[in-house]
C-alpha cells in the first residue's frame, strides 16, 4: 500500500473508529439539562448513553459477521447511513423512554464504523505494524473526544440538548462522505465467508473458544470499565459537586481526550521496541496509583484540582491499553477478523454500558468514580499478570 494511500486509509479509519466517542461525548455537557427537560433520574439520564453503548456493544456482533461475508465497505455505508437519520430522531425524542429506545438503535448504526475499522487494520497490517496502526487509530479517535464535547459545550449556550443531536446528525453526513471517498474493500472474495446464516455467526464462536483472544478481550474489558465509569459518572461529578460550568467541563475532558492522544502517539512510536503487553503493565500500575489517589481525594473532600490530575494521568494510559491489547487479541485471530473484533468490542461495551449505572446506584461522587475506576484496573493488571507466556505476544 503506498504511503500516501495508507495515511488516507488511516485518517479515515479514525474517523470511522471515533463512532462511539462521537455518539456518546457530544451531549455529555447537556446531559444534566437532559434529565432535567425530562424529568428523569440521574440514573435515567445516564441510561440514554448506556443505551447507546448497548446498540454499540450487539451492533458490532452484527456487523462483524456481516462484513466478513459481504465485504467491509457496503455495511459501513449503510451503517452510517442509519446513524444520521437516528441522530435527528434523537432531536426530536418527546419521552425519555422514547430517546432511550432511539439512542439503542443509533448506537446499532454507529457499530459498524467501530468494527469495520478494526477489521480493515487486521487485513492490511500485522504484527508490530498492526500496533502502530491501532495505536495511529487511537491517536486519530483522540481528536473526536477533544472536539465532541467541546463543541456539545458551544452547541449548549445557544441551543438546548435537541440542537447537540442535530449536530450529530451533520457529523453522521459527514463522516458517510469520508467512508464512501477513503475506505476501500479489503477483504477479497476469496477471504469471505459463506453459506447461512450459521456460517455467518461461526467466526463468532471461533472467537469465543479462542483462548489467547478471550482472556486478552477480558482484560481490554475490565481496563475500559474505566474510562465508561469515566465518561458517565464524570459530567455529574465535575458539574454538579464540584461546580464547573459545562463549557469548563468540556475544556476538562478535551485536556483528558488530549492525553490519550497523546499516549496513543507514544505507543506508536514504541511499537517494535518494547512488548506490547510490557508497556500494558506499566500503564495500568499507573492508572491504579491514579485511581487511588482520586479516591483519597474524594473521601478526604478535597479541592477539585486533586480530583483532576490523577484522572487526567488515569485516562491517559488508555491510549497505550486500548491499541496494545486489541492488537495482542486480533493477533491471535487467522480468520474472521470481524467476527472476533465484534466480539472485542462487544464484551467492552457490554461491561461500559452496565457497570456504571450499577455503581451509580451507590450515589454519584469523586469517591465511587475512582474506586470504581480502581477496582477495574487492578482486575485488569490481575488477569494480565495470570496469563501464561504463550499469550503475552507482540
Not at 338 to 358: H, Y
Request: net charge positive.
Amino acid at each position: 500500500m503506498a504511503r500516501q494511500h495508507s495515511r488516507r486509509l488511516m485518517l479515515a479509519l479514525g474517523a470511522l473508529t471515533a463512532f462511539g466517542p462521537i455518539s456518546l461525548d457530544v451531549y455529555l455537557p447537556s446531559l444534566p439539562q437532559l434529565g432535567a427537560d425530562l424529568g428523569a433520574s440521574e440514573s435515567l439520564t445516564q441510561f440514554t448513553m448506556s443505551a447507546c453503548m448497548i446498540g454499540l456493544a450487539l451492533g458490532q456482533l452484527l456487523w462483524g459477521p456481516i462484513s466478513d461475508r459481504f465485504g467491509r465497505r457496503m455495511p459501513l455505508i449503510v451503517a452510517i447511513s442509519g446513524f444520521a437519520v437516528t441522530s435527528v430522531l434523537c432531536a426530536f425524542a418527546p419521552t425519555i423512554e422514547a430517546l432511550i429506545a432511539i439512542r439503542m438503535v443509533q448506537g446499532l448504526c454507529g457499530a459498524a464504523g467501530m468494527v469495520v475499522a478494526r477489521a480493515v487494520v487486521h487485513d492490511v497490517f500485522s504484527g508490530t505494524q498492526a500496533i502502530a496502526a491501532f495505536s495511529t487509530l487511537a491517536a486519530v479517535m483522540g481528536v473526536a473526544p477533544v472536539l465532541a464535547p467541546l463543541v456539545g459545550g458551544a452547541v449548549a449556550t445557544f441551543s438546548d440538548w435537541r440542537g447537540v443531536f442535530i449536530v450529530l446528525a451533520v457529523i453522521g453526513a459527514l463522516l458517510l462522505v469520508v467512508a464512501a471517498t477513503s475506505v476501500p474493500e479489503t477483504l477479497e472474495r476469496v477471504d469471505r465467508t459463506t453459506g447461512g446464516i450459521g456460517s455467518d455467526f461461526r467466526g463468532i464462536g471461533a472467537a469465543l473458544g479462542n483462548r489467547a483472544f478471550m482472556l486478552t478481550a477480558v482484560t481490554l474489558g475490565f481496563a475500559s470499565v474505566a474510562l465508561f465509569t469515566y465518561l458517565q459518572l464524570s459530567p455529574f461529578v465535575l458539574q454538579q459537586q464540584f461546580g464547573l460550568t459545562a463549557q469548563s467541563f468540556a475544556l476538562v475532558f478535551a485536556a483528558n481526550s488530549l492525553g490519550i492522544m497523546a499516549m496513543a502517539q507514544l505507543n506508536r512510536r514504541l511499537a517494535g521496541r518494547v512488548q506490547g503487553v510490557r508497556l500494558v503493565r506499566w500503564t495500568l500500575s499507573t492508572a491504579i496509583a491514579a485511581s487511588l489517589a482520586m479516591t483519597l481525594a474524594g473521601m478526604l473532600g478535597s479541592a477539585v484540582p486533586w480530583v483532576l490530575v490523577p484522572l487526567f494521568i488515569a485516562m491517559a494510559t488508555h491510549g497505550v491499553n486500548n491499541p496494545s491489547l486489541t492488537a495482542i487479541a486480533l493477533g491471535s485471530i487467522r480468520h474472521g477478523a470481524g467476527s472476533a473484533s465484534a466480539v472485542l468490542g462487544t464484551l467492552t461495551m457490554l461491561l461500559g454500558a452496565f457497570v456504571p449505572p450499577l455503581v451509580s446506584m451507590l450515589g454519584v461522587s469523586a469517591t465511587v468514580m475512582g474506586a470504581t475506576m480502581l477496582a477495574s484496573f487492578t482486575l485488569a493488571l490481575l488477569l494480565l499478570l495470570c496469563q501464561p507466556r504463550t499469550v503475552k505476544g507482540v
